[in-house]
């Protein structure tokens, strides 16, 4: 159980176009939900956390309208780079949480390029 | 402040010697600690977590930790390196978020 699903897993695109990319919780109810930017051979960067039904809570020092996150239902929340740069390169990776969970469950990342 | 501090970014072993990565934690109140593992171009894996029950915390794939609270300290253990535990490992403390120590890249010498 508690099986958090990523996709694209890899996605190329084009600079100043956007991308979207989809968390899902597949066996259980995500009340909350938390996108992390991995850097090379880095740690894991919180960058927003998304409670169904509400607005994200970003992060210090990361731009909401570049990283635009909506978390409708409670398996799925969208993070959407919009004007992609080539800086914007990364492991993105979302997690999963249960109302009645302290336990985040992870997605398997999504690495995105941008040329 | 909560968080955690994983001393040595990198750790070589030989396959089959003990593997030890030391992860120490700051915080004021009794925390949840977890030990991830992560694979390359690969999300997160789940080895073990204490969650004040037993001190001595048994995970997947022949890993354990102990918590002790005198020592703010929460080192990872495996009594014989495998070549498939070559990967980065991270302590995590859970306060209001998610707090990640920094990594510790395991490189296992055949």
């Known amino acids: 159980g508690a099986v958090v699903s990523q996709h694209p897993s890899r996605v190329i695109c084009k600079s100043g176009t956007s991308v979207k990319i989809e968390c899902r919780s597949l066996d259980f109810q995500a009340t909350t939900m938390f996108w992390y930017r991995q850097f090379p051979k880095k740690s894991l960067m919180l960058m927003a956390t998304s409670n169904e039904g509400s607005k994200a809570t970003y992060e210090q020092g990361v731009e909401k309208d570049k990283f635009l996150i909506n978390h409708a239902s409670l398996t799925l929340s969208t993070l959407t780079v919009t004007s992609a740069h080539p800086e914007d390169s990364s492991f993105y990776i979302c997690?999963?949480?249960?109302?009645?969970?302290?336990?985040?469950?992870f997605g398997p990342g999504t690495r995105l390029t941008v040329t | 402040a909560q968080s955690v501090t994983q001393l040595g970014s990198h750790v070589s072993v030989s396959e089959g010697a003990l593997v030890l990565l030391r992860c120490n934690y700051s915080s004021s109140v009794p925390p949840y600690l977890f030990w991830y593992v992560q694979y390359p171009n690969q999300g997160l894996q789940l080895l073990l977590k204490y969650t004040s029950a037993a001190t001595l915390v048994k995970g997947i794939n022949g890993f354990e930790a102990e918590f002790k609270k005198s020592e703010t300290s929460f080192h990872l253990t495996k009594p014989s390196a495998h070549m498939s535990d070559a990967a980065e490992y991270f302590c995590?403390?859970?306060?209001?978020?998610?707090?990640f120590g920094t990594g510790t890249s395991l490189t296992v010498i055949p």
């Open positions: 997690s999963a949480k249960a109302l009645s969970s302290y336990e985040q469950y």
């Open positions: 995590v403390f859970r306060g209001n978020q998610f707090y």
